[in-house]
């Protein structure tokens, strides 16, 4: 394989016209971080000389610094590490652009513990030395709307009715009403392929203005974590492009359904047989431990999976959201799902996480949960048939502190994810948390003033 330089010269070569290089760093909130690099510097950023403050990737969702994070360390420079396999084209952008993503390392050369894709790396790691390589593909969910508001400040529907209300329904799988929107989502589909991001399926959700469009599977799940990353800003992208606005948040509309990232994960031994493969299709051994420890862990995890105040309004009875840490075969009500396909395919279906989820911290809390149960040998109990909301008492954090002060607490966080990661993630997460609780809303005046 060409080294890094050949590589990022045949792309200079092949898009002659790209005058300017977005260069991405993910921060733990979810939020892109970065610079805009010209054509003539982005050969010092994949020689590492791009740095940026430590800080960087420990911004809230507002987009501030955490004070006490930034005072503490004198906010020092970091080092960029860039990723020649994420340098692409940016097809929307209104100028000819690339861009490219980097991990984090301090002056020494170490990787940062606050940066996601290497702390994903190095559960990717965990499971190599045991022998194993996870296989993971993501759902992503959203909605598509108009780019203005309501007279209310309320975002406004692209499904509407005659007399310009919201449908009732948002005819789920309708092709019809996938034609009606044939024109953004085939430029959405046409960006994915220019950025080689391995579009499955594109389908129309259940609530009116909701989609979801699907990645294959893919045996690297940084990669995998990337390309969801990216897909998620090509349908914003898109979107602007075609004067709409795509939202990946949990729940825009209290009254309809609201946005997941299911994530599905099987494991390959070196040989490249699933592990997981019985050969009937009810699975080994070894997928119930995987399966029990994320059940052993999803409490735990649930802020990696419901990072916002927002996500909590999703998991609502019969909605589709799991309540409570459960398990079964084709069952669409439990929060681990192992999908009926042929038996080579055995894998599980993680059902918790919201599309406002981090991608790269859903990956990580769902491969820190299958370690977990195999390296304890953990038994999960019987698998669940027909509802599991009637079967299994609501049990996971219902409301963001509970799920914080699950997190902050936590063990497992510690030993799967780092000390500094869960101290800096919660610092995150409380400052947030202070600014909403200083946030009084109409409701509150319409019930009490």
Known sequence: MADSGERLQAFLDAHPDIEMFEVILPDIAGGLRGKWVTRDKIHSVLAGELKLPASSLAFDVFGRDVEALVFDTGDGDSYCEADIDTLVPVPWASRPTGQIMVSMRDPEGTPSPLDTRFLLQGLIDRFKALGYTPVTASEMEFYLLKDKDDDLGRPMHTQTDRVGGVTCAG?????????????????MRDAATAQQLPVDTLTKESAPSQYEINLYHCDDALIAADQAIMLQRAIRGVAREHGLLATFMAKPFGDLAGSGMHVHCSLVDAEGNNVFDDGTGMGTPLLRQAIAGCMAAMSDSMLLLAPN????????????????PCWGYENRTVSLRVPADAPAATRLEHRVAGADAHPHLVMAAILAGMLYGIENQLEAPEPLEGNAYEQVPASLPRHWPEALEAFASSDFVREYFGEEFQRVYTLIKRQEMDEFDRQVTPLEYDANL
């Open 171 to 187: 005819q789920t799988y309708s092709l019809d009403t996938m034609a009606e929107m044939g024109e953004v989502m085939h430029s």
């Open 309 to 324: 105040l927002n996500s909590y309004r999703r998991f609502q009875r019969d909605s589709h959201a799991p309540l409570a």
